[in-house]
């Protein structure tokens, strides 16, 4: 038995060192093992060839025998184009190239029979298949009848003659040359859940049997990379457990019991409640907090945090909250003053902008623990902010938050402070465990009394006059407006022009109203002023980019106008609308955007039109984007360690898997029965090779 892990590919035949280059830059494939582990994406049944005349446009991949009549080229430089002419005798369709002609042309000839593999599609009223595969019949050894793979190559490995099929190649002289490979999974979790060895799934994965084998060896592998994903997880958690000890916060006192009885304004939620009790039970338990707060936009997650800081403060505990803009941060600040008013505690804002003898101040308060709570943006994570004795830290909207951000407010203290981590961006459950580590999970799933759900209609762009006229009845009627530009980072300037030219558009179209303006490239302090003077009411209409996103809260407004709302993804839509609903009357999202829409767009904009359920459109958002865009994930880096499981579509086997490697650490604590020896091994190899990931908040 060879490790394939320590066997360079360069010596496997058919490769070499040019083509092992490629292979390391483009797909970071450097072993035998990398390589057997590079799986294809899709598969086409080579069982069965079409006649020319049964096929249509609308086909997914099929396989055609026949021959190539002729060959004519189109257009000139990046528009040329080579079409082939290829029949079977009971049609006609064209082969189409638009790179790699001369290659093409040099290696297939008229007059010889192929066999073609493609997508057909329709072009100018003819049916064509752009970029096919094609394999001389008498040469078609290289792999066994079946379903045929196809491997993802970039550009320039085609460019070096590295297409699929010559990986589909290399991938069987690997597996002709491989005789035995080392189980990773023990004989009897295998025989539990019903799944094939190792060696039949690999070779099934690349060239399978037929479809039942196919998903058998999916099924084998996914569950195998969900299983170690999960163990490591959970005996992460393990561990850290017995590292670190939390601190105790185990009296109700004063603080806490005179903001219920004396200033909180209307009572908790039932969920609210719900969410207290689970954080006071962490809290007291003697070990770290560290809780996801899921609540979708509007939920009241600001007060379930003040009233933990409120236990912080009643067990002689400073806390801290962090917001991710300034705006934001000074919201809280407003908010939890207003909410404190009269009861003696010291709550301060620490910005980039506050300066001088105030910050030194703060600073100073800290230290000797006069300041009870400090809300900030990240600025409260630089080394000069240190606490005197920091219990519990809030993270509000955390998806903005870097991994490594959240890393150093964790490592202020000995003893790490409570973590409380808030988000309105839902995701699954079984995800967010997986995402976040080992954070457990909190849900407020129920929004205050009186709240009207939002309208939400589209609107095509050509006709604005109805959408103007309605914002002015709105604005008749008393009520405030957003309207809202996209922002794309690459291209700040493009679009503050967009911006800029909205704000004089709208100023024209309703020179009756005071218009406001907030983008993210504005000073503090002027961004602040224009701020008020929405909050204040003196101006009915905010131009805006995506800064207002999060948290911003003015009941008055009623309308969330959206402009090239094609260019926002679900969680972000559903975010700008949550800026509207939050007072008794009626409130509309308006989703304005071009004629012509992608698919995925019509989709995107149907489901906000038809849910206000932050989780359905997350669960949507997860479908249609796949995890590995889902804010956050990027952060956690998971998403690339899966080869093969797919966290948005596999989300039961994910719970499974979860299942059965809490079973395994239930009844092995200590690591040491002798059946389980190859999973310790096992978990520990792959802990090596990935960073580590688990370590997240
Ligand atoms: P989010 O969860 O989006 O952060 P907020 O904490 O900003 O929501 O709360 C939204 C609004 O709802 C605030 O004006 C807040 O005062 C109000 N609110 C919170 N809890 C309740 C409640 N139990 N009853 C009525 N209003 C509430
Ligand atoms: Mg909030």
Redesign the pocket.
Known sequence: MFDLATQDITYLPGVGPHRADILNKELNIRSLHDLLYYFPYKYVDRSRIYNIKEVNGNMPYIQLKGYILSFETFGEGRQRRLVAHFSDNTGLVDLVWFQGIKYVTGKYKANQEYIVFGKPGIFNGRINIAHPDIDIPSNTTTAPPGLRPYYNTTEKMKRSSLNSHAIEKLECTLLGRITSLKETLPAYLLKEHHLIGLEEALRNIHFPKDANWLSKAQLRLKFEELFYLQLDILQYSKERQRKYNGFVFNRIGEAFNTFYQRNLP????DA?KRVLKEIRKDVGSGKQMNRLLQ?D???????VALMSMLMAIDNGFQSCMMAPTEILANQHYQTLCDFLHGMHIRVELLTGSIKGKKRQEILAGLITGDVHILIGTHAIIEDTVAFSHLGLVIIDEQHRFGVAQRAKLWKKNATPPHILVMT?TPIPRTLAMTLYGDLDVSVIDQL??GRKPIETRHLFDNRRDALYNFIRKQIQEGRQVYIVYPLIQESEKIDIKNLEDGYMHICEAFPECQVCKVHGKMKPAEKDEEMQRFVQGEAQIMVSTTVIEV?V?V?NASVMVIENAERFGLSQLHQLR?RVG?GADQSYCILVTGYKLSEETRKRIEIMTKSNDGFEIAEADLKLRGPGDLEGTQQSGIAFHLKIADLAHDGQLLQYARQAAQKLIGLDPECTHEENRIVWEQLRKLRNENTNWSDIS
Request: no cysteine; proline share 19%; aromatic share 4%.
């Open positions: 209307f009572p908790l939620t609210q609540g936009v509007g939920s009241g997650k600001t007060l309105a205050p009394p948290g809260n009941p949550g939050r």
